[in-house]
């Protein structure tokens, strides 16, 4: 089955205490990327991958990180959460031909940082 | 810049009801991509529709139907004879080609409540 998964599907943790979101996809797409939402501002872009090793910031990249060392993988690294990282996390992965491809969204992180 | 608005932010009917969602949006390109996405209670984002900015031909599926009109710059999504099941937070996405063609500029999105 084609789809994109994330690990955890909830966090609760601590201001300070590093942490790893993983994301996986099987469609072997060529472009992944991070959103959080948000209550009232809809989900906002934190970086983007567009293929292995090209990562690039988003609209909203302060205090994360990511890497793409292979192409199926893409994680989310906050090295010192705080709480205004509380948010609901989405990966999502699409093609890229140039166009813009329908994003396939992973079932989402819900974190909290206390 | 890209923008997409949402004025809705709480709709509720009856089952049964038809309903509009309306999406506005904003952009200075002249090829571009409209996307709806449902998501539901269970919080996954579903996706809906994928729309480009050449094909202004209304669609219909099933319940559903969109309505592009790019003279308005907008995108309205209807549900016809509504379900409780149709509850859910609905996204409006444009697509913004400065986050390597793929980045998606959402609305605030609207939800729905749809009570039997």
């Known amino acids: 089955e084609a789809q994109v998964t994330q690990n955890p599907r909830y966090l609760i943790t601590v201001t300070g205490k590093k942490l790893t979101v993983t994301c996986s996809q099987n469609m072997n797409h060529e472009y992944m990327s991070w959103y959080r939402q948000d209550p009232g501002l809809g989900l906002r872009q934190i970086y983007y991958s567009m293929n292995v090793e090209v990562t690039d910031k988003g609209d909203v990249p302060e205090g994360y990180k990511v890497s793409r060392k292979e192409k199926r993988n893409f994680p989310l690294i906050l090295e010192s959460p705080s709480p205004n990282q509380t948010s609901l996390y989405f990966c999502?992965?699409?093609?890229?031909?140039?166009?813009?491809?329908?994003?396939?969204f992973g079932p989402g992180t819900r974190l909290t940082v206390l | 810049a890209q923008k997409v608005t949402q004025a809705q932010t709480e709709i509720s009917v009856v089952e049964k009801e038809d309903v509009t969602l309306d999406c506005v949006y904003e952009?200075?390109?002249?090829?571009?991509?409209l996307f709806w996405y449902k998501q539901p209670p269970s919080g996954e984002l579903v996706f809906l529709i994928r729309r480009n900015s050449f094909d202004e031909q209304n669609e219909i599926s099933g319940r559903y139907s969109w309505n592009f009109q790019k003279s308005t710059s907008s995108f309205n999504f209807t549900i016809t004879a509504s379900q409780v099941v149709d509850s859910a937070v609905y996204f409006c996405?444009?697509?913004?080609?400065?986050?390597?063609?793929?980045?998606?500029?959402f609305g605030a999105g609207t939800r729905l409540a749809v009570h039997p």
């Open positions: 999502a992965s699409s093609r890229r031909d140039g166009l813009t491809d329908t994003q396939y």
């Open positions: 996405a444009l697509s913004d080609p400065s986050g390597g063609y793929n980045k998606l500029i």
């Open positions: 952009t200075r390109d002249t090829t571009y991509y």
